[in-house]
């Protein structure tokens, strides 16, 4: 007994364990730049065609002038650059080396660019309207920011909130039909878009707090209610639109928030249409994500909120009342999905129809996987969303070759591709649709 | 945690581990009650969307009893109507006009029987598959294909279509199955993402030569061939196709592969406990992939029942209907079990059958059905609920704790 | 603080937990509550803690009744309890484990004030001798480190009254002396210690006072100067041998070897590193060691659940490794897991299923696709039977068992097939005494039989017991195999990553 061991060593021995490399990132970047090389590449229309980019808008403080490159061999530099990437990819690989979230990002505009090279190359009428696909970037990826934070809030405290799409649908009729009541009896029709906008959020609450009636205090599974939840309000909306709102049609009129413009900041090319010339809701879109991620990852609240969704037991045993934070949680989210509803009505200036918010709330609940749970992630993911969506708009209207429903289905696809693992492991809150009881 | 607590818990966690056992424990009487209480809840949207209602709550004060004449007539307006377009028409001139809304309730609750039957075996299993509707869309389509534009002969060609259909649909459950087992992507997001996909697929396909009815610029494919339709069982006043005979079977089938099979012993022992399914030996993503491509056929089944059967007149975007979302109801409501499926089928495709008649008859929108649908699903998942709502006492909750 | 309970009882259903407790802790007494498992000792101080109600009694701090609606009343109190299940948010830091509950906010934005959480983990830190940083993420510190943070956090909430709840099950013999060390200087300091244990050694170390606990009743009250004896039979409620009888090991040929085996996990961190040994038919090799030193990847990847980076092992010669778990089944290997609710059972099908979770499509159990439900019950109903499981029927649920019958499930499964080799991990784990011996004597049976056993278990108690030939695993690597009769110093050291030569 004459060993003295004062301390146990703590640090890991240098281990000479190989451990086998996974190429597929690099083999997925690499074969979708070869066949981007291939399609939007070599298929551009070469022999002097150009493809022209409008940057600047008719009231910008100042003008940017269009941009025009030779488009094949543009379009044939940016897939190479993406090939390029995707080889500094393996070398990653073959280093052990991590390499950061530059890569895929310019990877991804590189390609993105190319497509538009392509789909522009020698059209002499129409450009690449690129503020105005911006524009609609951020427009259309309003419902999803909305409705991605709306996820975050509830799974973060434990709730899977799949009642997205019907919180979004909810907040959508709700916003028409007090707008359309509102605006009638006071003849303001501005005013009543606003009032719109304040019901919003109180339908979407509804449906959050029916959400966690049966997942909290009934133990029902969160997904299934979720799903019911979003077949009850499809029912319940198609149901007063067509009698309610069919008979008094002054309750369902097309009543639009109007745009405030920043003075100044909304003059800046490009960037003022794109971000400061919007209407209130995407302004309180913006500060609802800033105060969220502070919120959720700064403050007291968001600290207990998180270790609810993550350890409830011992959030409780350090008094955090779990089940009293996830219904109010899964209320405020369901408050901020009924919010990002009124953008296909009041937000838009479109009355309310049937099942309107068609998937957008899906489409949010992949946005926020992708978006890993975190505010600012989601709004990157959305953007995204958007500007795919953006993108089909854009192409139907120059008119391309790829059917719009192949960019329709680009959403999807990608989002399958992330949860089955390109993006990485994703790690969703660890007490996710587990009920808590004593 | 001491033993014992560690078992309380055990036996509580088992008891309400998913909303499937707390269906699958229900009682008969809950359900009845959870579809008393839908409803109730039914009439009185039916009550607030009466505009004689409101006209005689204008005068409330003076004549009260016509608000309650008014309401009471609206009810049962709507409900009558619903009863003669799904079971009876009682006001029908002819037998055939009287027996006909029965059987169109179970020519709707065909598609429901088979893709309900799909989804309880991925609940019992575990899955939460929320694709049938895109897999009922990518059954019909190519199933329909290889009914317009094939060639073969009489009963064959029946098959072979029936075969792609299954196909079709197999197809898209194994997409997700195989995703889940081996990169771990949740279903539940794969599905929902493949029912878009599916959907614009069929768009795409519909704008294209191969499905386009020559010379014609609808999205729409020209009609089934007769020789691969579903026969008609009741003659030709009836819609009811063979295809509602194969949904039984169906049921029949899926029962002994739960509940009789070695593979259906691996599904529920990967669905309660996937790793003490793997550590006894189980291929647990085998199992997986299995669920999800057999779910996925019995919905392309589904497929078939619509485009062979009730929709071949060509197909269409709409070829689905709400089929695979109502499906989800359907085995939700029959406890995921094949007896309680074909049941839950029949009284939900009742409920679509009744829309015409009370868009017709009572002027209401066929959606109060979807309301009347959900409502009872979810009060089912929440017996405390149902109990509370009709001051029922709590059944003995016996926490089983041998010593 | 004095604290006292006054005829606490608590029922599950039918089930009482506690039955009528009283308790009474001294200020700046350690008072041990002693009991075997499922005794009802964490039950109780749930109750006093605030996360369940009594359903009878009362707690009294300082002669005033106390009604706690939940932990947080508790510990305002000034109870502090670390559980026997840390209460930790692994993907917090220290400093946001300790600071939750009662955060300290700063600025005109009321944002967390992480750097006074920082300090205060510190300066507790420091006053025990803790090395723990405060702002290393929890799920990547040793179990020893986390206990004390859960010390640390209790502490920061100004405890007067510490529940410690089977603080040493997961430390090394030298960290237990350390913690019990660290138990007797918090008592100096006026703080009252509830040291909740099943194990005499620790109690006659620090307790001042002895409370034993049996079947939900307090059955007496000990001096800490009671023999072992005395204080076993009265927490057991009959005499108890303390060793398991057993013959002498006839060991025969290798039946496992292991070879090199090294297992990386999906995060890129080692978890096994390069380990060698061999089982012989007859004997026990049971590895000691503290949980999460490699154990679990190491029979996981002997079962083929677990991918193996390097190395290889054979069973009788055959390779098992890189085989699907069903062929390494089917070759002989009997396991049973070391979370038997998680990996050994499907709680929610009955115990007839559960019996034949492995062989359920091999005949006699099924024909073809076919199962055969009457073979199946007959088999089951043997099987109870001759296992002693305690049920009112092969048709009740698995999850409706006690623990001590689960694993019997477990056991009579595994050893329905011809094995030769049977690992079992951790095959006691929360079992009571009765129990406890009934698998000791079956796992020494099949020894008999010629079976090679594999046992691991964090019990030195139970390994010093069932072993022919102890291996000590300590961050991945075995770093010695020893005799049976190695001194506890000397294991002690072991584990804590002393290698055989430098121990010994």
Redesign the interface.
């Known amino acids: 007994m004459t060993a003295t061991l004062t301390e146990a060593p703590q640090a890991q021995p240098a281990v000479d364990i190989e451990v086998a490399r996974s190429w597929r990132t690099p083999i997925i970047l690499g074969v979708v730049g070869l066949i981007a090389f291939v399609l939007f590449g070599l298929m551009t229309e070469g022999g002097g065609a150009t493809t022209t980019f409008v940057l600047s808008r008719p009231n910008d403080l100042f003008t940017i002038p269009a941009i025009t490159v030779p488009a094949q061999a543009t379009a044939i530099a940016l897939t190479v650059i993406a090939i390029a990437l995707a080889g500094v990819s393996a070398w990653g690989v073959q280093n052990r080396r991590k390499i950061g979230m530059w890569l895929p990002t310019v990877y991804g505009i590189a390609l993105v660019l190319a497509v538009l090279v392509w789909a522009g190359a020698g059209r002499t009428a129409t450009s690449i309207q690129l503020t105005g696909l911006l524009i609609g970037t951020v427009v259309l990826a309003t419902p999803l920011v909305f409705g991605s934070l709306a996820g975050t809030l509830c799974e973060r405290s434990g709730i899977v909130n799949i009642a997205i799409e019907g919180q979004l649908l909810a907040g959508a009729f709700l916003a028409a039909l007090v707008a359309g009541a509102v605006s009638s009896s006071t003849g303001s029709d501005s005013f009543g878009a606003y009032v719109g906008l304040v019901a919003a959020p109180i339908a979407g609450a509804l449906v959050g707090a029916a959400l966690s009636l049966f997942a909290v205090r009934y133990w029902v599974d969160q997904i299934v209610v979720g799903v019911v939840l979003n077949v009850l309000v499809v029912g319940l909306t198609s149901f007063f639109f067509g009698t309610l709102m069919r008979e008094n049609p002054e309750l369902n009129r097309a009543i639009g928030l109007p745009d405030l413009p920043i003075p100044v900041l909304s003059r800046i090319p490009v960037i003022g249409p794109v971000l400061f010339d919007q209407n209130m809701l995407v302004y309180l879109m913006y500060a609802i994500v800033i105060v969220l991620n502070i919120m959720l990852f700064k403050s007291r609240w968001g600290l207990r909120v998180r270790s609810v969704g993550e350890h409830p037991k011992a959030a409780d045993t350090v008094g955090i009342k779990v089940n009293r934070t996830r219904v109010r949680n899964t209320i405020l989210g369901g408050a901020v999905a009924g919010l990002g509803g009124a953008f296909f009505t009041v937000a838009s200036g479109l009355a309310f129809n049937k099942e309107m918010t068609g998937g957008k709330g899906y489409i949010a609940l992949a946005a926020m996987i992708l978006g890993r749970w975190s505010p600012k992630g989601a709004l990157a993911a959305a953007l995204l969303f958007g500007f795919a969506d953006s993108l089909r708009e854009q192409f139907g209207i120059i008119g391309t070759s790829i059917p719009s429903q192949f960019l329709a289905m680009l959403p999807y696809l990608a989002t399958i591709f992330a949860v089955a693992g390109l993006v990485g492991h994703v790690r969703p809150p660890a007490a996710e649709n587990i009920p808590y009881k004593k | 945690?001491?033993?014992?607590?560690?078992?309380?818990k055990?036996?509580?966690?088992?008891d309400?581990?998913?909303?499937?056992?707390?269906i699958a424990e229900s009682s008969g009487l809950v359900v009845a009650l959870a579809v008393v209480a839908s409803i109730v809840i039914g009439a009185i949207?039916v009550v607030?969307?009466s505009?004689e209602v409101e006209e005689a709550l204008g005068y409330f004060f003076s004549r009260p009893a016509d608000t309650f004449a008014a309401a009471w007539e609206a009810i049962t307006g709507a409900y009558t109507a619903m009863f003669r377009g799904s079971v009876w028409n009682y006001n029908g001139d002819t037998f055939v006009q009287q027996f006909r809304p029965l059987t169109e309730s179970l020519t709707m609750a065909t598609p429901l029987i088979f893709a309900g039957l799909g989804l309880g075996i991925g609940f019992r299993a575990g899955l939460?598959n929320?694709g049938a509707q895109g897999q009922i869309i990518m059954g019909a389509m190519i199933g329909g294909w290889v009914g317009f534009a094939w060639d073969l002969p009489w009963g064959l060609h029946l098959i072979v279509a029936i075969i792609a259909s299954v196909l079709g649909g197999a197809l898209w459950g194994f997409i997700p199955g195989i995703?889940k087992a081996k990169?771990?992507?949740?279903e539940?997001?794969?599905t929902?993402?493949?029912n878009?996909?599916a959907a614009?697929?069929i768009?795409?396909a519909l704008?294209t030569d191969a499905f386009q009815l020559e010379g014609s610029d609808n999205p729409k494919s020209p009609p089934i061939a007769e020789t691969a339709q579903y026969p008609l069982i009741l003659g030709d006043s009836f819609r009811l196709n063979l295809s509602f005979l194969l949904a039984i079977a169906a049921a029949f089938g899926v029962w002994w592969l739960m509940e009789?099979?070695?593979?259906g012993?691996?599904f529920?022992?990967v669905g309660?406990?996937a790793?003490?399914?793997?550590?006894?030996?189980?291929?647990v993503p085998l199992s997986i992939i299995g669920v999800m491509t057999i779910a996925g056929a019995l919905s392309g089944f589904a497929g078939s029942s619509q485009i062979l059967g009730t929709e071949s007149s060509g197909l269409t975007a709409g070829v689905a209907g709400s089929f695979g979302?109502d499906a989800?109801?359907v085995a939700?409501l029959g406890r995921s079990r094949p007896l309680g499926t074909v049941m839950a089928a029949i009284l939900f495709g009742g409920f679509k059958a009744s829309g015409p008649a009370l868009q017709v008859q009572a002027g209401?929108?066929v959606?109060?059905?979807?309301?009347?649908?959900?409502?009872i699903?979810?009060f089912i998942?929440?017996p405390?609920?149902v109990r509370f709502l009709f001051r029922l006492p709590a059944p003995s909750?016996?926490?089983?704790?041998?010593? | 603080m004095r604290l006292e309970l006054r005829g606490i009882t608590k029922r599950f259903g039918t089930f009482t937990a506690n039955d009528a407790i009283d308790l009474v802790v001294e200020p700046g007494q350690v008072h041990a509550l002693l009991g075997e498992n499922g005794a009802g000792k964490s039950t109780l101080m749930n109750v006093l803690f605030g996360l369940y109600d009594a359903d009878e009694g009362e707690v009294l701090l300082d002669g005033e009744p106390a009604d706690f609606e939940g932990p947080g009343d508790a510990m305002a109190a000034g109870i502090g309890m670390v559980h026997q299940h840390f209460m930790l948010v692994p993907p917090f830091t220290v400093a946001e484990n300790v600071m939750l509950g009662h955060e300290e906010v700063r600025g005109p934005a009321k944002l967390l004030d992480l750097d006074a959480a920082r300090a205060k983990v510190k300066e507790i830190s420091e006053r025990f001798n803790f090395a723990v940083d405060p702002d290393a993420v929890v799920e990547d510190l040793p179990v020893g480190a986390q206990q004390r943070v859960e010390i640390i956090k209790a502490l920061s909430r100004d405890a007067e009254v510490l529940i410690l709840d089977e603080p040493t099950a997961v430390l090394t013999p030298q960290e237990t002396d350390e913690l019990l060390a660290i138990v007797k200087d918090l008592s100096k300091a006026g703080t009252s210690v509830v040291l909740i244990t099943h194990k005499l050694r620790e109690v006659q170390a620090v307790a001042d006072t002895i409370t034993v606990i049996r079947r939900g009743k307090v059955v007496g009250q000990a001096e800490p100067t009671a023999s072992q004896e005395e204080l076993a039979s009265l927490m057991v409620g009959r005499d108890v041998s303390m060793t398991v009888d057993k013959d002498a090991a006839k060991p025969g040929a290798v039946m496992l070897s292991v070879r090199d085996l090294s297992v990386v996990d999906e995060l890129g961190i080692p978890r096994l590193k390069h380990v060698s040994f061999n089982v012989k038919a007859g004997e026990i090799l049971a590895i000691a060691g503290v949980q999460g030193n490699g154990q679990t990847e190491l029979t996981e990847a002997l079962l083929g659940s677990q991918p193996v980076t390097s190395g290889d092992a054979l069973l009788d010669g055959e390779f098992i490794t890189g085989k699907p778990i069903k062929d390494v089944l089917m070759a002989g290997l009997g396991f049973v897991p070391e979370d038997r609710t998680e990996d050994g059972l499907v709680a929610s099908m009955t115990i007839a299923n559960n019996l034949i979770l492995d062989l359920h499509d091999q005949p006699p159990y099924a024909s073809g696709m076919a199962l055969k439900p009457s073979v199946i019950d007959e088999e089951a109903a043997k099987h109870v039977e001759q296992f002693d499981i305690r049920t009112t029927s092969t048709e009740a649920t698995a999850g409706s068992l006690s623990g001590g019958n689960q694993q019997k499930v477990v056991l009579a499964r595994e050893l329905s097939r011809p094995l030769k080799l049977l690992i079992a991990s951790n095959p006691t784990r929360g079992l009571d005494v009765g129990s406890i011996e009934f698998v000791h004597k079956r796992i020494i049976e099949e020894r008999d039989n010629g079976t090679a056993v594999l046992i691991v278990s964090s019990e030195l108690d139970e390994v010093v017991a069932l072993a022919d030939r102890i291996a000590v695993m300590y961050h991945g690597e075995i770093v010695g195999i020893v005799p049976p009769d190695t001194d506890r110093d000397t294991l002690g050291l072991m584990m804590a990553g002393a290698k055989q030569e430098e121990a010994a």
């Open positions: 945690m001491s033993a014992e607590q560690t078992t309380a055990a036996v509580e966690e088992q309400d581990r998913s909303v499937l056992r707390q949207l607030l969307a505009p939460f929320i995703l990169a771990g992507a949740h539940v997001i794969v929902i993402m493949l878009y996909v614009n697929l768009a795409y704008s009789r099979s070695t593979w012993f691996r529920r022992a309660a406990n790793r003490a399914a793997r550590t006894a030996g189980m291929n979302f989800i109801t939700l209401l929108p959606d109060i059905v979807l309301v009347i649908q959900s409502l699903v979810l998942a929440a405390p609920l909750r016996e926490k089983v704790v041998a010593a």
